[in-house]
């Protein structure tokens, strides 16, 4: 296979020359117990020897090729801007590259696909070979933070979230038994003079935080993009107080603001003055190109990703071979430039839906909940206006404002209306009146009428 080569106008990020990677010393102070007992698998670390020209290979236990069934793949796929260019395009998968999308590959993904993606991450966020930050595929992005998580995170260390937060993250960090800190977000992004009062009044006897979790894009399940002036400070608070910041990034590329988007923390570090390699970076391809893919990336210091490849390799030992070929054989053929056309026009589907869920939340809810308009992603963050009294009575951290989980539970499924129950995105599970909506699926139609009976349900708890 052959990858794309940059174009000539390509502009590559530079590091200050007052900036300075950190060593890779550094990190063992942030490595688990695991992942210090951790050891490379012996099989997965040889394969990258069998390419070596002249090699002759019996090292893996791979099957013969010739006992597959399948022969050829063909697949139709739109052009990058279908909208105004209709062209349907065959890619083919035979020969070496269908072998090579169903036999075992390299743990950190096939060459040519993460040369494409460090060339994209080059272009959009600045990676460049001095930096001493690497890409490293995965089977998808909630995969790679589990093994990120596990590798930094001991019983009882201090993490700290953004409140609310992605509520499949909560489930993992429980499991690793540490102690999740909340920091309070709003329609600016996760709150950073929170942040900084909470770290200036730290206990002494106690460990201090390790990691910042935070979705700075579209914030699942809020909706909100954290702005560039927070970004900063957040930045400033992490050299200060020396902890990591996982940047969870899937709707990077589903930004539809008015303004120019953020600069991604990862681009921010090489922008600012100071340390460079305290960003870990997780992209994902299942919100712009497909799901089922199942296929994500990490993008961050070398050492700290090679520690993540030897969960892996012991585990899931790769991201899918075939969805790494399918979608290299589409990059290559879209270009990065189209890749970037594409999600534009991704970016610009969600919006135009956004703009009808819009609509009809002003048409139904208006006077019955109250919401921010999100710039990014697709999700709402709707707080509902229960009633201070009756079924859905319960106290939360501002008072009495009602509990959506009892509500849906007891009257909007019974009208034909499901959504998440906002105390899903907290740790301690508070009670909210909060509710997360997705605006992804639904047309016009179904929007219009969902909404309907989401008002219906809501005046029917006050008439109770």
Request: hydrophobic share 35%; glycine share 8%; with cysteine.
């Amino acid at each position: 296979m052959t990858i794309e080569k940059p174009s000539p106008q390509t502009v590559h990020g530079k590091v200050p020359s007052t900036s300075r990677v950190l060593p890779n010393d550094f990190y063992l102070s942030f490595l688990s117990i695991v992942a210090k007992a951790r050891k490379p698998a012996p099989i997965r670390s040889l394969i990258p020897m069998e390419s070596k020209p002249g090699m002759l290979s019996m090292l893996a236990g791979k099957p013969n090729p010739s006992t597959y069934p399948f022969t050829r793949i063909t697949m139709t796929v739109k052009s990058p801007s279908p909208l105004s260019d209709p062209t349907l395009t065959d890619i083919e998968l035979g020969g070496d590259d269908l072998t090579t999308a169903l036999q075992y590959s390299m743990t950190s993904g096939l060459p040519a696909l993460v040369e494409w993606v460090t060339e994209l991450a080059s272009q959009v966020h600045g990676i460049t070979p001095g930096d001493g930050a690497r890409v490293s595929m995965g089977s998808g992005s909630q995969d790679l933070l589990y093994k990120a998580f596990s590798a930094l995170i001991n019983r009882g260390d201090s993490i700290i979230v953004e409140a609310p937060t992605y509520p499949g993250i909560l489930p993992v960090m429980d499991s690793l038994g540490c102690n999740i800190v909340e920091v309070a977000s709003d329609d600016e992004g996760i709150v950073s003079s929170s942040l900084a009062r909470l770290l200036e009044s730290w206990p002494s006897g106690k460990s201090r935080p390790k990691l910042l979790y935070t979705i700075p894009y579209g914030a699942n399940p809020t909706g909100m993009t954290t702005s560039l002036p927070r970004r900063q400070e957040v930045l400033k608070l992490a050299r200060k107080y020396n902890f990591l910041i996982l940047e969870d990034d899937p709707y990077y590329h589903l930004y539809f603001g008015s303004g120019a988007p953020p600069a991604s923390y990862f681009s921010l570090e090489r922008k600012m003055d100071g340390d460079i390699g305290r960003v870990l970076r997780f992209d994902s391809l299942s919100k712009i190109l497909a799901a089922g893919f199942r296929l994500g990336w990490i993008t961050g210091p070398d050492y700290l990703v090679a520690q993540i490849e030897r969960h892996s390799a012991a585990s899931t030992m790769q991201p899918p071979s075939i969805s790494q070929v399918i979608v290299l054989k589409l990059l290559q053929s879209w270009g990065i430039s189209g890749f970037l056309t594409h999600a534009k026009s991704v970016a610009e589907f969600y919006r135009q839906k956004r703009d009808v869920f819009e609509t009809y939340l002003n048409k139904h809810l208006s006077g019955l909940a109250q919401w921010n308009t999100p710039n990014a992603a697709m999700f709402y963050w709707i707080k509902l206006k229960l009633p201070p009294s009756g079924s859905v009575k319960c106290k939360t951290v501002k008072g009495y404002e009602g509990d959506s989980n009892v509500f849906i539970e007891h009257n909007a499924m019974r009208k034909g209306v499901l959504m998440l129950p906002g105390e899903c995105g907290y740790h301690d599970e508070r009670k909210t009146c909060y509710v997360r909506v997705s605006f992804s699926l639904l047309n016009e139609e179904e929007v219009d009428e969902v909404l309907r009976r989401l008002a219906s349900a809501l005046r029917d708890e006050w008439e109770q």
